[in-house]
């Protein structure tokens, strides 16, 4: 790629401050714009970044197929939220807490900034000027100090990461393992949670995975996953760690948790490995002494991909306020992500329920659509962010 040694953009904030709708206007034509070609953003961002910032390329995984796309769209993901300050500082907070594992300090941001206006003044002639830069050096500078504040925060009472030994290793499929792990240090964590996750084998590449129990008093945390093809780290975990091994865990992120605050029943979605948070949550519910009802629908695509089913009929017969519906095949092509959706619906109503959904995202989206379908108002739809289960995200 062709990529010019330009002079790097000022990223020191105007003294004059338009109004933010102006600015909204200017950063959503701008986004517009690139959206056809995002990809080709995305190579000349990276591009532009480890030319003229060659010291930040060790912070990358040496083959970056899986991971070129994430920083520049977790950037692009934040203007979107710009107008919602809650949904951006929670964002944002994850972000720049979880970005303390890779090794990013303070002094990285500019970089990333420049390379970021340099990749959007190129990919978008049309509505780059001098207004539209402005607007995005404002909005990155707010986005990047929001991330610098909360990793400084988070620093005064966590580690960056913890190191954690394979203390079991349980082959439930031929492609689905449940592991847990010992940290080198207390995780704090909360039910519904997740973390992103390093193996010895891809040094520099993470990837996302949710805590499958409720916290222990033991210590110990367990991950469910599934061996993909192509994924590198899925298949190093299901395939060859061991106990005794040694990976790395970043920070625990997520807000599908259970609100304690209310009564509400909870019903729960889990495809696949999805069924791993969703078991948390139910431990979850029962150390906290409630009796509220939980109606749990298990999918997978055929009788012997429900590995956890003896486990959740063990719960089901131990808390009768639980009651767990195996959902199994779909309409031909489209797996349980189909045939899940459609089972709720035939079960409701769902009125005085907060609804969780965990599993692939084609399956969270048809849930969340199924769910606000029937009346289910949004802010009782929990779900992880779809662009953290980016097919990449698990491999």
């Keep these: 790629m062709d ?3 330009t002079t790097p953009v000022d ?3 105007p003294t004059t401050t338009p109004s933010a709708s102006a600015d909204l206007a200017l950063l959503h034509r701008t986004l517009a714009e690139v959206g056809p070609v995002a990809d080709r953003a995305t190579a000349y961002f990276y591009a532009l970044l480890f030319i003229r910032h060659p ?3 060790v912070l990358f995984p040496a083959a970056m197929d899986t991971q070129r796309d994430r920083l520049f769209k977790a950037i692009l993901a934040a203007v979107e939220r710009l107008d919602a300050p809650g949904a951006l500082a929670a964002y944002l907070g994850e972000l720049g807490r979880g970005h303390r594992k890779y090794g990013t300090a303070p002094t990285h941001y500019p970089a990333v900034g420049e390379a970021l206006l ?13 207004e539209a830069e402005a ?7 707010r986005i990047s100090q929001i991330m610098i504040d909360a990793a400084a925060e988070d620093e005064r009472s966590a580690p960056a990461l913890w190191q954690a030994e394979v203390v079991s290793h349980d082959l439930r499929t031929p492609d689905v393992a449940v592991l847990t792990v010992r940290p080198d240090q207390g995780y704090p964590f909360l039910a519904g949670q997740y973390t992103a996750l390093e193996t010895p084998w891809w040094p520099h590449v993470w990837r996302h995975y949710s805590f499958a129990s409720a ?11 599934k061996a993909v093809p192509a994924g590198w780290v899925s298949n190093a975990l299901v395939h060859r760690a061991r106990p005794g091994d040694l990976l790395r865990l970043g920070a625990p992120a997520g807000s599908m948790t259970v609100d304690h605050t209310t009564h509400n029943g909870l019903l729960c979605l889990g ?15 029962a150390e906290h002494g409630d009796r509220r009802p939980v109606e749990v629908f298990y999918g997978a ?9 003896d486990t959740m009929l063990r719960l089901q017969r131990t808390y009768p306020w639980l009651a767990v519906h195996p959902v199994v095949g779909g309409r031909p092509g489209n797996g349980p992500q189909s045939r899940l959706p459609d089972a709720v619906r035939e079960h409701g109503p769902w009125k005085g329920y907060e609804a969780y959904l965990s599993g692939p995202p084609g399956m969270i989206r048809t849930g969340v659509d199924v769910l606000t379908d029937i009346g289910m108002p949004t802010e009782r739809i929990r779900h992880d962010a779809l662009e953290e289960l980016s097919a990449p995200a698990h491999r």
């Excluded at 916290?215 to 996953?225: K, Q």
Aim: no cysteine; charged share 25%.
């Design 301 to 309: 695509r055929s009788d012997g991909d429900l590995y956890e089913i």
């Design 271 to 285: 495809g696949g490995t999805g069924i791993a948070p969703i078991r948390a949550l139910i431990e979850d519910v």
């Design 11 to 13: 990223l020191t904030e």
């Design 135 to 141: 607007a995005w050096v404002r909005a990155y500078t």
């Design 3 to 5: 990529v010019p040694v």
């Design 55 to 57: 010291e930040l390329r």
């Design 118 to 130: 340099g990749a959007l003044s190129r990919y978008a002639p049309s509505s780059w000027g001098g």
């Design 215 to 225: 916290p222990r008093r033991d210590g110990l945390l367990s991950f469910h996953v």
